[in-house]
């Protein structure tokens, strides 16, 4: 099936730092959806995006849908001990497709 | 609001033996349901997905199979489980037709030994 590559696949930086991560695909997707998931816990969705362009703030974290539409980046800015996690993110290639997820995104935040 | 249940949260079960894990919705009618799996902690790989009543679609040839017995419940079986079948597994939901977020249950770590 259509794969979605996500980078970096993990990163480690210390608290107060910025965190940057993206998405990207050969293919054009109508939506992007990004997910935290904890240790042991079901995914969570933070941001969702639906239009090309289209930047979207969640408090401290801020995600882009691409122009092209074959990519999406997800920031965070002043890290803190609790966003360790794996980010995930989605997208669907049409309306109520399947859909399709990227690797993840493993995030350790040193204090 | 919504919400959405699984049990067991967590199942140790010798090789050949047979599995059920639950979910259910509340909250919301003819909700879209889905089974996924997850293995050590990355990659979601969907197993199963159902947009009504007795209505399952299976993603890949597996050791396993769902069923829908009523409009808000899932349910995923096996009649002999194997190794492989060790894992974390997700049901999440979503509206109908045109809503596109998925909202995933807390998940099920099934250790098959």
């Known amino acids: 099936g259509q794969q979605l590559n996500q980078s970096p696949q993990s990163m480690f930086i210390q608290e107060g730092e910025d965190v940057s991560m993206n998405c990207t695909s050969s293919?054009?997707?109508?939506?992007w959806l990004w997910y935290k998931q904890d240790p042991g816990e079901g995914p969570v969705l933070l941001i969702a995006?639906?239009?090309?362009?289209e930047l979207t703030s969640n408090g401290r974290l801020t995600a882009q849908f691409g122009i092209t539409r074959k990519d999406s980046f997800l920031n965070i800015s002043a890290s803190i001990p609790s966003d360790v996690g794996i980010y995930f993110c989605a997208g669907h290639k049409t309306s109520g497709s399947r859909l399709t997820f990227g690797e993840g995104t493993q995030l350790t935040v040193n204090p | 609001s919504q919400t959405i249940h699984q049990w067991p949260a967590t199942l140790v079960q010798p090789v050949g033996s047979p599995l059920s894990l639950e979910c259910t919705v509340e909250?919301?009618?003819?909700?879209?349901l889905y089974w996924y799996r997850q293995a050590a902690g990355r990659g979601l790989q969907l197993l199963f997905y159902?947009?009504?009543?007795?209505?399952i679609s299976s993603e890949v040839p597996q050791n396993l199979s769902a069923s829908r017995p009523q409009d808000r419940q899932f349910i995923l079986s096996s009649k002999k489980l194997l190794l492989s079948d060790s894992g974390f597994y997700l049901c999440?939901?979503?509206?109908?037709?045109?809503?596109?977020?998925?909202?995933f249950g807390p998940g099920t770590r099934l250790t098959v030994l």
């Open positions: 293919s054009i997707f109508n939506t």
């Open positions: 995006l639906y239009k090309a362009g």
């Open positions: 909250g919301t009618s003819n909700p879209n």
């Open positions: 159902s947009v009504g009543i007795g209505q």
């Open positions: 999440a939901w979503n509206e109908g037709v045109g809503y596109n977020e998925q909202f």
